[in-house]
Nanobody, 131 residues
Framework: QLQVVESGGGQVQPGGSLRLSCVVS????????VAWFRQAPGKEREGVSC????????VYADSVKGRFTISRDNSKNTVYLQMTNLKPEDTAMYYC????????????????????????WGQGTQVTVSS
């Protein structure tokens, strides 16, 4: 029903910034919750942030809170992840994931994102933070 495509990754020095974009191509006019996950070499995939369909609610993992900002522009079907003060431990493949419906769904205010909550996944964009 939809396609998810991430972009904006790259190499940046510690303390630098990057802005990731996620275009969610839909066949409907509705917008649902979208999340960012990441997976570093040798580690499990972890949730980074998510945003409600309207953009009114956001959730962040403790590891990125205060440094990353998620936003969306529904007119462009795009979700953004603005990453600042990047650290080497932020190095990972970043994945965008979208829900197909928000029926009976409540954003996890504790910041614990669940992979199973998301139906559609992009192929990922690499973020490398190094000197």
């Amino acid at each position: 029903q939809l396609q998810v495509v991430e972009s904006g990754g790259g190499q940046v020095q510690p303390g630098g910034s990057l802005r990731l974009s996620c275009v969610v191509s839909r066949f409907t006019l509705r917008h649902y919750t979208v999340a960012w996950f990441r997976q570093a070499p040798g580690k499990e995939r972890e949730g980074v942030s998510c945003i409600s369909g309207t953009g009114d609610e956001t959730v962040y993992a403790d590891s990125v809170k205060g440094r990353f900002t998620i936003s969306r522009d529904n007119s462009k079907n795009t979700v953004y992840l603005q990453m600042t003060n990047l650290k080497p431990e932020d190095t990972a493949m970043y994945y965008c994931a979208a829900r197909g419906s928000d029926y009976l769904f409540v954003l996890p205010i504790d910041g614990r994102l669940k992979e199973d909550d998301y139906d559609y996944w992009g192929q990922g964009t690499q973020v490398t933070v190094s000197s």
